[in-house]
């Protein structure tokens, strides 16, 4: 008889599982396990091998930071400060943030992608301090905050919909009053992406399908209490265009309200 739950964190590992079962049995069955799991432990070894060939011709693969991260600064609706880059890859936003003034935290789950990250940097003189784990499970003090910027182009969508829960709770420990948060994910909808499921399906199927799709709708409602400030498709870029973007993903940016003297939370911004 197993009774091991106690904690919330007991009932997070414990749904986790449902989803790493999956990933065993078809393995067991000589099946490459599907993409879903980036920000929790299980999922490292997909994305080590996903990233073990540097030449593969993946869009994201390229030195080119986001389009929607480049207008943000463009723009002045972020400025340079502390960030931190969830789910880094190798590094493309990391580099582009370091390049533009910030001091860069970058956190991935596979070793073979904070590795070519590295190497990006040392190539370009970059100074980015590059973290290698599940960024739920990490000390806090190595991802001490506060943050005034996090972004995170990809990590999201391939969480489990109780992971929301971590990555809210992640935000709420490291977002510094003010900061932003820029997202990039699945849209779901016509020519979107990810899988568009109900989160109880995710469940009894046992399996993320690839990564899940949002709605406008249902990303507002799990960032609400951040301040919506642009939410639109990404746009398309050229191969040749020194950025990337594709259609089929959201790109938002989100900020946490100033905190009031003596508050050390975020304040829901009405405005």
């Known amino acids: 008889m197993d009774r091991t739950v106690r904690t919330v964190e007991d009932v997070l590992a414990l749904l986790d599982g449902l989803f790493a ?6 393995a067991q069955a000589g099946a490459e396990p599907e993409r879903g799991r980036v920000a929790t432990g299980d999922g490292r070894d997909f994305w080590d091998r996903f990233y073990a060939d540097r030449s593969r011709p993946v869009p994201f693969f390229a030195a080119k930071p986001d389009e929607n991260l480049a207008a943000y600064l463009d723009q002045c609706l972020i400025a340079p400060g502390r960030a931190l880059d969830l789910g880094c890859g190798p590094g493309r936003n990391a580099l582009y943030l370091a390049a533009h003034g910030f001091e860069v935290d970058a956190v991935d789950l596979s070793p073979v992608a ?6 990006r940097a040392q190539e370009a003189g970059a100074d980015v301090r590059f973290l290698c784990g599940d960024a739920f499970t990490l000390p806090a003090t190595e991802l001490s905050g506060p943050y005034d910027l996090v972004v995170d182009s990809g990590c999201f969508h391939h969480l489990p919909p109780h992971r929301r829960i971590s990555y809210l709770a992640l935000l709420d420990r490291v977002l510094a009053p003010g900061g932003h948060l820029a997202l990039t994910c699945f849209a779901a909808g016509e020519a979107g992406a990810g899988s568009e499921l109900t989160d109880a399906d995710l469940y009894r199927e046992r399996r993320l399908q690839g990564g899940l799709a949002y709605t406008p709708e249902a990303l507002r409602w799990i960032f609400s209490d951040l301040t919506e400030v642009e939410l639109r498709r990404m746009r398309e870029e050229a191969p040749e265009s020194a950025l990337f973007g594709e259609g089929f993903l959201w790109t938002a940016l989100f900020r946490r309200g100033a905190a009031s003297s003596g508050d050390v939370h975020a304040l829901h911004d009405h405005t």
């Open 21 to 26: 079962s999956e990933a065993e049995t078809e």
């Open 114 to 119: 904070v590795a070519w990250g590295e190497d």
